[in-house]
C-alpha cells in the first residue's frame, strides 16, 4: 500500500476530500486519516475541535471506534475486501454503525464506507484504485515511467481518449519524453514550485503544455507518480489555443483574400471560379462526413487551388481557343507551380500537396504524377470533383458555359475512371437530393436535416 506519510503531503489527499463515501486509514493501530465525507455522516465540521484529534499523528483506536471493535480491526488480514460493520463514535457522543469494505496491506488499513455492488468480485488494490480515480472530480493519473496504473474520465479528457485506452499503455505515448529520471526531476520540482507544465500529446494538438502537480510515491519496491492536472490550467490553456487558433484563422484569411485577387488580376474569366469551388468541395466533405479539420483543409486548399497559374502567361490563359501541345505543357505545370509557393505556408493541414494533386485522376491517367486512386489524398479527391463540375457549368474563353446536367452525366460517366467514386456518388446526392445550387444557399436547410436525420 501507498505511504501514508507521502500520501498526505501530495495531491491525493486533497482529492480524497472529495469523495463522495467514507474513508478511514488506520496504520499501526491508529487512526491517521477520516475524510470529509466520513466527517460529515458523524457530524463533525472543520471548525469543531473535536475532529481535528483524528489527524496529525492519528489517535488511538478507541478514541473513534467501539472498544469492542478493536478486536475486529486486529483481525485485518482475515478481513482483506469483506464486509465489516463497525461502531464509530459521532460528534454528539453516541455510537453509530456503519458498513465498511476492509483493505489490509503490511500494518495499514483501510475502511471504505461503501455499499457492496460498488465493489467487483476482484477486491484488488489496481481495481480498488481505478475504482477510486473515477469516484474524483479532479482530473488524476497514476503511473511506472513504463505504464499507466490507473485513470479517470476527467484526466482521460486531456488525451481526447476513453479510459480503457489510456490503461496499462506507456505513459511516454501521452505525456511527452517522460522516463524515470524525469519523472524523478518533475516530483522533486512540484515539492518546491507546486504546479509544472507536463506536455500532453492528445487526438487535438501535439505536446500542449498543461499545469499539473507531480508526486512520488512507493508502493512496496516500486516507485509511483502521481499526476494531478490542473482544471484552472487547461481551461486557460485551451481558452489561449482558440485564441491562437483564432488569430491564426483570420491571418490565413487574409492571406487566402490577397492570394485571391492576385490570381483575378492574373485570370479575370476565373474570377469567381475559387471561391464557387471551395463553396462546393467544403458541401461535398460536408455530405461526406468528414472531421471538422479536413472540412477545413478542403475549404482552404479549393479556395487558392490553381495559384499555380500565376507561372504560367497570361495569353495562354485566356486564350479563346484550343490550346497547342506546348501550351497544354505549360498549363500542366501550374499544381507544381502552385505546390512551390503554397509549401512555404505553415498552415496547419496539408494544403501544398492537396493543391499538387487535384489533377490526379482515380485511374492514375493524372497528372502531374500519375497517382491513383487512394495514393491521392481525399481532399484532392473532392476538389477534382468539385473542380471539374464549376468549370463544365462556367463560362470559359474557348466556350460557353454548359448545363449543369451536363457536368453530372460527366461524373456519371467517369465513375471509377476518373472521380473517386465515393466522392462522385456525394456530389449526385448533394445535387439532386439536397438541390445544391452555386447562385443561392436555399440548400443549406436541406443539408442541415439530412446530417440531423442521418445521425440519429
Not at 456525394?426 to 439536397?434: E, K
Request: aromatic content about 8%.
Amino acid at each position: 500500500m501507498f505511504n501514508l506519510e507521502e500520501i498526505k503531503n501530495s495531491c491525493l489527499a486533497d482529492l480524497l476530500e472529495q469523495l463522495p463515501f467514507g474513508l478511514i486509514l488506520i496504520q499501526h493501530r491508529r487512526v491517521v486519516y477520516l475524510n470529509q465525507a466520513l466527517r460529515n455522516i458523524l457530524g463533525f465540521s472543520d471548525k469543531e475541535s473535536e475532529q481535528r484529534k483524528f489527524f496529525g499523528e492519528g489517535c488511538l483506536l478507541d478514541n473513534l471506534f467501539h472498544p469492542e471493535e478493536r478486536e475486529k480491526l486486529e483481525q485485518a488480514p482475515s478481513l482483506q475486501g469483506r464486509k465489516v460493520t463497525l461502531r464509530l463514535l459521532n460528534s454528539q457522543g453516541a455510537f453509530q454503525s456503519l458498513d465498511f469494505r476492509h483493505y489490509f496491506s503490511n500494518s495499514t488499513s483501510l475502511l471504505i464506507n461503501l455499499p457492496l455492488h460498488h465493489f467487483w468480485a476482484e477486491n484488488s488494490w489496481p481495481t480498488f484504485v481505478q475504482h477510486l480515480f473515477h469516484q474524483l472530480q479532479e482530473p488524476i493519473l497514476l503511473l511506472r515511467p513504463d505504464k499507466i496504473l490507473a485513470c479517470n474520465p476527467k484526466a482521460a479528457s486531456f488525451f481526447g481518449l476513453p479510459v480503457s485506452e489510456l490503461l496499462n499503455q506507456d505513459p511516454d505515448y501521452f505525456l511527452e519524453g517522460l522516463d524515470e529520471e524525469q519523472l524523478k526531476a518533475l516530483s522533486d520540482t512540484a515539492k518546491y514550485h507546486g504546479l509544472i507544465n507536463l506536455h500532453i500529446k492528445s487526438k487535438e494538438w501535439s505536446a500542449q503544455p498543461t499545469p499539473a502537480r507531480v508526486n512520488l510515491l512507493r508502493l512496496g519496491n516500486d516507485y509511483l507518480y502521481l499526476i494531478n492536472f490542473s482544471t484552472a490550467g487547461l481551461n486557460e490553456s485551451k481558452q489561449e489555443m482558440e485564441q491562437k487558433m483564432y488569430e491564426l484563422r483570420s491571418v490565413y484569411h487574409g492571406i487566402l483574400t490577397a492570394l485571391n485577387r492576385v490570381i483575378e488580376i492574373k485570370d479575370p474569366y476565373n474570377a469567381r471560379h475559387h471561391q464557387r469551388v471551395s463553396d462546393l468541395a467544403r458541401a461535398l466533405a460536408t455530405v461526406m462526413k468528414l472531421p471538422r479539420e479536413n472540412i477545413e483543409a478542403v475549404r482552404v486548399s479549393a479556395s487558392i487551388h490553381d495559384i499555380g497559374k500565376l507561372m504560367v502567361p497570361a495569353e495562354i490563359i485566356a486564350k479563346p481557343g484550343q490550346l497547342n501541345p506546348n501550351e497544354q505543357n505549360l498549363m500542366r505545370l501550374h499544381p507544381e507551380a502552385g505546390h512551390d509557393i503554397l509549401k512555404t505556408i505553415s498552415f496547419p493541414w496539408p494544403v501544398a500537396d492537396i493543391v499538387l494533386q487535384h489533377h490526379e485522376r482515380w485511374d492514375g491517367s493524372g497528372y502531374p504524377q500519375g497517382l491513383s486512386g487512394h495514393q491521392i489524398l481525399l481532399e484532392a479527391r473532392i476538389l477534382a470533383v468539385a473542380d471539374v463540375v464549376e468549370a463544365i457549368v462556367s463560362h470559359r474563353p474557348y466556350r460557353p458555359a454548359l448545363s449543369l446536367q451536363e457536368a453530372l452525366n460527366e461524373l456519371e460517366e467517369n465513375k471509377g475512371i476518373l472521380y473517386d467514386p465515393q466522392v462522385v456518388e456525394a456530389c449526385l446526392f448533394l445535387f439532386r437530393h439536397l438541390g445544391y445550387s452555386f447562385e443561392n444557399k436555399d440548400w443549406i436547410p436541406n443539408l442541415l436535416s439530412y446530417l440531423k436525420n442521418s445521425s440519429c
